[in-house]
């Protein structure tokens, strides 16, 4: 059973353009953590929100946390070719036995 | 200061072998967790590691096991390897007391024929 689904799963988009990906679950998280991960490499930490209805800037990046701290969204503005990669959420209830998501893969043409 | 690190960065297996991962995480770090990654697939939480001790294991049979060495180093055992085992494995460390800032080495990616 996957606890925390991303959509979309893959995502192609021009140089410029915004996107959102969704990290959605029926269970509340203490907090929510939101990598990107590139090809050969380990997840690198973006941000982590842990207050519902929390919102983090990090540049061309906004990072909500819902209300009801079950889901959140991660928008990019004016995406670059260098924002490509799988990005991944991952929640925890307290125990920090974070359980990720499913991933979003995005590829940013230039 | 170096980050986590994790060897090998490859490797090849049959089938019912054993294999032996190993991991030295960043300066400062006591906390290791170790992840399986599917491909395709998010990584999944295997166990964590602190203090020498296993605090917290995820969904995995007992054919997966670790150990964590004073200079906080560790190792993950799997024993009879299945073709499913084939994944890239994560090794993440963090400061207890801070553990919501892991940071993840490159991982062993493990190919099982």
């Known amino acids: 059973t996957q606890l925390l689904e991303q959509s979309p799963q893959f995502l192609s988009i021009q140089e410029g353009e915004n996107l959102t990906v969704y990290c959605n679950s029926s269970?509340?998280?203490?907090?929510l953590q939101w990598y990107r991960q590139e090809p050969g490499e380990g997840p690198v930490l973006l941000v982590t929100?842990?207050?519902?209805?929390e919102v983090k800037k990090l540049k061309r990046l906004t990072f909500q946390f819902g209300d009801a701290r079950k889901d959140s969204s991660l928008h990019i503005t004016a995406a670059q070719p260098g924002d490509t990669g799988l990005y991944l959420c991952?929640?925890?209830?307290?125990?920090?036995?974070?359980?990720f998501g499913t991933g979003t893969r995005l590829k940013v043409l230039a | 200061d170096a980050g986590v690190t994790q060897s090998p960065t490859h490797l090849i297996k049959t089938r019912g072998q054993q294999v032996t991962l190993r991991c030295s995480p960043k300066s400062g770090h006591d906390t290791v967790s170790w992840y399986q990654q599917a491909l395709g697939q998010g990584p999944q939480f295997i166990f964590q590691y602190y203090e020498e001790e296993e605090r917290q294991r995820g969904n995995f049979p007992d054919r997966f096991s670790g150990h964590q060495f004073p200079n906080y180093s560790s190792e993950l055992n799997v024993n009879a390897l299945l073709l499913g085992d084939s994944a890239l494995y994560l090794c993440?460390?963090?400061?207890?007391?801070?553990?919501?800032?892991?940071?993840f080495g490159p991982g062993t990616r493990l190919l099982v024929l």
């Open positions: 993440a460390s963090s400061r207890s007391g801070n553990q919501e800032t892991q940071y």
């Open positions: 929100v842990v207050t519902g209805g």
């Open positions: 269970s509340v998280f203490s907090s």
């Open positions: 991952a929640g925890d209830r307290g125990t920090y036995k974070y359980i």
